[in-house]
């Protein structure tokens, strides 16, 4: 062991010292010492996505002489606020294409029953429904991971009209023919610049764990899915997102009807042509309202990632997800929701008929009312999508599969709501000033460790820890993670089989018209479940 250890400090007294910069195929780079760890920010992984690089597949990054100070975080993707009141943030350019890279403090870490000298990756993709986010977000700071024994990297990629429009002109000039999937494209082209980098960073290329939260899940479960990404990674954790809908039957997935919201798009911007918009500046582009979404390509996504696992063409790697237990709390904000107009409510959201099969019956009182309002949203948008990927990969793959259910409320909260998890996961309880409790820090404690070790083994078990049982369809048990921390029955269980049978009936319906019915009818179940994911004016946070 004695040697081991020292095996290790050598090793990263290379990549510590401050006068041995790090070689990547770009360049060299050093970083910056912040509480005894080494930080990497600002590296590039692409060419800035600018001028005729608008709107294509992400380029090479240029390589550059002497050495990079790597210390400073690059400009956020270009993004409105998250909320229509909310100012957009200051620094905010196009030229967003960089990662950060966080390795461990020997201080404070001491390896243990290590066979290999490299360290395990995590790779956190930020959420923020495809239009809001950033790598260098405080909350997301990789420190409190990889004193645990791991390199922690986080990455920008395009958001919004800049990461996600389609359009025939675009797809024809693209060697794929394809378009709109340029924010997925920018994640593929971290995790390939990762794949072949972090070694120099002391990181092992061979495990590699990639996880997200909101739309970071739902953009892990098309990689999970996506031929492209094969490879890259070893692991994933989503954390309260998926794409596991019957999205086949929603144009706006499809890369025709992405074309198509893509020439509205362009229309209302007055382009008369792909030069003529790649020329326009990116404030205005952004002004234009956009609402982003992946489309099925046939290229980074070949199929809808629930016919991927169905069929079992997903990516293999072990599988990490769960959801937050009040999911649906910002969907409540200002809005009155009574016992006398919860159906109604619930119907802004959903179609009628939905609210009426699937819906709380009644409701004894207000308080009761908002609390089955919280419940419907949390299951509808974000708990079926999370437990029907950790069904569809128990049923499939060969790798291991882990279900959480987060239901700890943080202090002056109101309940464990959408991202809840996150400042507990990444153990920074000092990113938020409440008035966190002993509880609070075992929680994130272990959240810290749960997700290091599954990171490192594909287990997240270890010593001193609740034992959490790997998921399967004869043992579907999540890890309940509260006041108290361990395996119980899926608490929610009964709503999410009701929204499995409508599901269920919506795929059976499309390949019955698909086959047999015609294009017509195809086209209005097409509209219905279209009305089905009709966006709230809280829709950024859901994705």
Known sequence: MCALRSHWRRLWLKVFASASPVVTDSGLVEGVEEGGGRVFKGIPFA??????????APAAPASWEGVRAADAFSPVCMQRGMYPQDA???????DCLYLNI????????TPGGASSSRLPVMVWIPG???????????????????????????????????????????SEESANAVSGNYGLLDQLAALGWVKRNISAFGGDPQNITVFGQSSGAISISVLTASPLARGLFRRAIGQSGGLFEPIEAAPEFNLAGAESAGVAF???MKAASLAELRAMKAADILAQRFHPQPNIDGYVLTESPHAAYANGRMNDVDLLVGSNEHEGLPFLADRRVTAANLDDELAQDFPSFIVALLGPKTAADDSEARAAFIAFESDMRFGWDVWT????????????????RFTHTPPGEAGASHGAEMIYAFDHLDQKPLAWTDVDRRIARTLADYWTNFAKRGDPNGAGLPQWPEYS???????????????????NASSLRSIDR???VVRVLLEYWRCLAGGAALIVLMLVWRKTRRPSKQSSIAR
């Open 88 to 94: 957009p943030p200051e620094s905010m350019n196009e």
């Open 266 to 268: 362009v229309e209302r």
């Open 473 to 491: 369809l004869s043992d579907e048990r999540a890890l309940v993670i509260g006041e108290e921390i361990g395996a119980a029955a899926i608490p």
């Open 502 to 504: 409508l599901y269920w």
């Open 128 to 170: 923020g429904g495809l239009e809001n986010g950033s790598a260098s977000t405080p909350l997301y700071h990789g420190d409190g991971l990889s004193r645990r024994g791991v390199i922690v990297v986080t990455a920008n990629y395009r958001l919004g009209a800049f990461g996600f429009l389609a359009h025939p002109a675009l």
């Open 102 to 109: 966080w390795t461990p403090d020997l201080n404070m870490w």
């Open 389 to 404: 990927w950790a069904r569809l990969h128990a049923a499939s793959a060969h790798s291991s599969t882990y279900f959480y």
């Open 47 to 56: 060419a800035p996505p600018l001028g005729d690089l608008r709107w294509r």
